[in-house]
């Protein structure tokens, strides 16, 4: 009567350990994948084209940043170098881990019984891919606001709020990757076994992660739709017009240009992913993981190629390919403050005036019918 209690605890104790992890749930290692030296190649290739990329981009944003002189284009820069940081970082953790399962094939049950490795890549998942998202509506509001109040944004728009903004959004990325480890949602090993990410299924928990993370990506890209739209109307229509008031437009459409790239490589990169996720839980229907894996590859296209756009479109890399003499056309020139040449031509009449009444310049002889300055 007194062991029974004891061989009781004994088989509970030894039922907990053998309990499956919920990372390995839903797929349990080891599958069925052929491991080939391409696949390797492949990702290997992947990752340093996407490291060397962003670093070269935030070398190139650096020195701009020490260049700058415009409180609006120094604000656009942390942004930028905020995109560009996130970006690196997102294929370095994600990237050594499925390289270093190529390389090595570890088995996830021996290196990560508790699943915290596997949590660890889910949260890095979502967190570093919300983040362009979420960046990009955050540039697209400063865009819109630099042009249609640029006082206020020059008054108001510090290097210290920019970073704050900065901050905001890595805080809002990563409660939302953190939404799982609480209960909302749950991360697994995915086939073919070199990554982890939330699963893709119709239960109320993980159905609605799988929404909420939806939602705020392509709330983002609508949001950055909108606003660079209407910033680009107003810009051009700016530039474009037949008012008297001019002004250096070059910086303000070399920003604008670089933001709706940005938008639009986010839009063809992500949007195919978080249709398809949203369409799946909605549906009931089960997510192949052919196209899983196709869609994911796309959205990883989008921090390698999000450098290249400040990169390649830049003032200076046109004038070096399409190089221009040192007299500038007065049609290249437009205002955005409507007051500068008004008040700049004020200032020249008075200057005019001043001198009129000093007497400067010899007098014309008296018989003149007009009065002249010889």
């Known amino acids: 009567m007194t062991e029974k209690p004891s061989s009781i605890i004994m088989v509970w104790s030894a039922s907990a350990r053998n309990e499956t992890p919920i990372c390995f749930s839903k797929n349990s290692p080891p599958f069925n994948y052929n491991h080939t030296v391409a696949s390797t190649y492949y990702s290997a290739v992947f990752t340093g084209l996407g490291l060397s990329s962003n670093l070269f981009a935030f070398v190139v944003l650096v020195k701009a940043f020490h260049r700058s002189q415009s409180p609006s284009h120094t604000s656009f820069l942390i942004f930028?170098?905020?995109?560009?940081?996130?970006?690196?970082?997102?294929?370095?953790?994600?990237?050594?881990?499925?390289?270093?399962?190529?390389?090595?094939?570890?088995?996830?049950?021996?290196?990560?019984?508790?699943?915290?490795?596997?949590?660890?890549?889910?949260?890095?998942?979502?967190?570093?891919?919300?983040?362009?998202?979420?960046?990009?509506?955050?540039?697209?509001?400063?865009r819109f606001a630099g042009i249609h109040r640029p006082f206020a944004l020059s008054a108001n728009m510090s290097k210290s709020r920019a970073l704050s903004t900065v901050l905001a959004v890595w805080v809002f990325a990563g409660c939302v990757g953190l939404l799982p480890l609480t209960g909302l949602g749950s991360y697994h090993l995915q086939q073919p076994g070199s990554w982890c990410f939330f699963n893709i299924s119709s239960q109320p928990l993980d159905m609605t992660f799988c929404l909420v993370f939806c939602l705020v990506g392509l709330l983002s890209l609508a949001a950055s739709f909108l606003l660079n739209t209407v910033s680009v109307v107003t810009l051009l229509r700016i530039c474009c017009g037949q008012g008297d008031m001019q002004r250096q437009r070059n910086l303000e459409l070399e920003m604008m240009g670089q933001l709706v790239l940005i938008m639009i490589i986010a839009s063809i990169c992500w949007c195919p992913l978080l249709v398809s996720i949203a369409q799946t839980v909605l549906s009931g229907k089960h997510l192949q993981i052919v196209d899983l894996l196709l869609w994911i590859r796309f959205a990883t296209c989008n921090q390698i190629l999000d450098p290249w756009v400040y990169?390649?479109?830049?003032?200076?890399?046109?004038?070096?390919?399409?190089?221009?003499?040192?007299?500038?056309?007065?049609?290249?020139m437009r205002s955005l403050y409507p007051t500068s040449m008004a008040s700049r031509r004020r200032r020249a009449q008075d200057s005019t005036a001043v001198e009129a009444v000093r007497g400067e310049g010899a007098p014309c002889l008296a018989d003149q019918p007009t009065p002249q300055t010889c």
């Not at 490795?117 to 960046?135: E, I, K, R, T």
Request: charged letters at 15%.
């Open 311 to 332: 990169i390649l479109f830049r003032c200076s890399i046109f004038k070096c390919i399409f190089p221009v003499g040192k007299e500038r056309p007065r049609g290249s």
């Open 80 to 142: 930028l170098s905020s995109l560009v940081v996130t970006d690196f970082m997102g294929l370095l953790v994600t990237g050594s881990i499925v390289l270093s399962f190529r390389t090595t094939h570890f088995d996830w049950h021996d290196l990560d019984p508790q699943c915290h490795f596997c949590n660890f890549m889910g949260v890095s998942m979502v967190f570093y891919g919300l983040c362009p998202l979420l960046l990009g509506a955050a540039m697209a509001m400063e």
